[in-house]
Every structure is written in C-alpha cells, then in structure tokens.
C-alpha cells in the first residue's frame, strides 16, 4: 500500500482501487489484493491518456485524483506530472459541463446535482431538519467533523454571532491551514442570531435525540435523509460550481481555503 500523508487508510484503499482498475483495463489483467499497483505503467502518458478518455467523466476524474496522489509522493519526471495535471483541469471542466447539461450516468444523475439544486433544496427545509441542511449548504460545504464538533458561541469549531464568523479550529486539514475563520453569509448569520438565542455557550450545535453528539456515520446518514446525498458529494458539487467561477489564484486560494483542503489537494483541484 502506498501512503499519502493526511490520508485515512480507507481513502488510500480508495486510490489504489482506481490504479488496480487502471492497470486492468489497459492490460486486461488483475492484480492480488496483497500487492501494490505498478506505477511504472503511468510513465506512458499516452496510453494511459487514451484510456481514460473512454470513461465517463466522473470516473475519469477520481482515476485522475489517484494518479495525481501518487505523482506527489514518487520521483516521476516533471514533464509527465504537468501532462497528468494539465489533463486533470481539462477533465474537470468537462465534468462542470456534464453537470449542468445533466449528462450523466443514471447512478451520478442520483447523487451529482448542480450546487444551486442543493442550496434550493436546504431553503426549503422545514423542522428540526432545517438547522442542519442551511449548516451544510449555506456556506462552503465542510466535513462531518467540522460540523459534528460545531458549538455555539465559543469551542474549537463554533459560530460567532457578534463579529458574523465561523472558527474552525478541529479539522483533518488544520495542521496545514491552522484555525480558519470564515465569514457567514448574512441569510444564514440571521438564521443562526434566532436559533442560538438561548443556547448555552460551548454547548454542542447538533445533538442526537439521546442528547449526544453526532457521529461522523450518523451526520452522513442525516445528510442522505435531508439530500439522498453525503457531505462528500455536496463537497463536490459546490466545488464544481466554482471552478466555473475561478479565473484567479487567489480566488482559488479562497476556494480551498474555505472547504479546508490541504494545499497539495487544492492545486490538484483548483489549479486553473
């Protein structure tokens, strides 16, 4: 197994998935589940170019994302890396496209929907629902853990209501950014200003009906519930819609920033 720093062990079973895939396809051959997959065979950018360009655009780009991981972490020569990079913008800008023309797969035309779907979709939520839906999609979509751990008033992640931000301060990506502050959109600052009214500083945003905190599983299953989607495919979604937004680095930067990727990660996704 090869390993990525910052990566869980199932992300990088993930990746490796994809390069066994990979390899099978170009050779029509497997690979035992106990060996690593040969990147040797990613140093024919050619071959590997015409393969992929017979995959649908999702699966083309996640096999992207673990040729780029590995071409991080291995002493591949620069020319190739640039080739696989410059392919990776290229194959995200035609997924933009897929999604808003809906050209997709019947499975992604389930989970991938345009960011706009989504933020409509949590304005219309009512109930006990609703909190958590305008959470997720109001602002740059975060992982579960951000908004598991998410508190009012004061905590490692919490919402400032006074000066109008949210502090997140526990994140898998935090030893790379630190503590990012980030501003709430006034929609749902005024939301939050109503629903914190009475809540107790540093208590928990988001409990379970036994008064305890979310799990990471159980938050994934309240977002299936609300949107038949995970935080990841929300994640995805809104990044999509901006990448059609960005013309700068420095709104890249802004755009990493706010989802909490690792800097090696948002050049991978929002190098234009």
């Not at 990566?7 to 497997?30: C, H, T, V």
């Not at 991938?112 to 779907?117: K, L, Q, T």
């Not at 208590?203 to 008064?211: A, D, Q, V």
């Not at 949107?227 to 709104?251: C, D, G, I, W």
């Amino acid at each position: 197994m090869f390993t990525v720093e910052g990566l869980s062990p199932n992300s990088i079973r993930a990746y490796e998935d994809r390069l066994m895939a990979l390899y099978k396809g170009l050779f029509n051959m497997d690979i035992p589940r106990d060996q690593k997959p040969p990147i040797k065979m990613l140093q024919d950018f050619d071959l590997v170019a015409k393969y992929l360009d017979e995959l649908t655009p999702s699966t083309r780009n996640l096999t992207l994302v673990a040729i780029n991981r590995v071409l991080y972490k291995k002493r591949f020569p620069n020319a190739i890396r640039e080739q696989y990079i410059d392919l990776r913008r290229k194959s995200t800008a035609e997924h933009a496209v897929a999604i808003q023309k809906r050209d997709l797969t019947e499975t992604e035309q389930k989970r991938i929907r345009p960011w706009p779907e989504f933020v409509e979709e949590a304005r219309m939520t009512t109930g006990h629902n609703k909190l958590a839906a305008w959470m997720q999609v109001m602002m740059a979509p975060q992982r579960a853990v951000v908004l598991t751990n998410m508190k009012w008033h004061k905590g490692t992640n919490h919402v400032d209501l006074d000066k109008g931000v949210m502090s997140i301060g526990k994140d898998k990506t935090t030893p790379s950014f630190g503590v990012r502050v980030l501003p709430i959109p006034d929609e749902l600052l005024a939301f939050l200003r109503v629903e914190g009214a009475d809540k107790e500083p540093d208590s928990y945003m988001f409990l379970t009906k036994k008064g305890l905190p979310y799990t990471g599983n159980a938050w994934h299953s309240r977002l299936m519930t609300i949107f038949k989607a995970p935080s990841n495919t929300l994640r995805h979604s809104y990044a999509t819609h901006m990448y059609e937004l960005v013309n700068t680095k420095k709104q890249r930067d802004a755009v990493a920033y706010s989802l909490g990727h690792s800097l090696s990660t948002s050049v991978l996704l929002y190098d234009l």
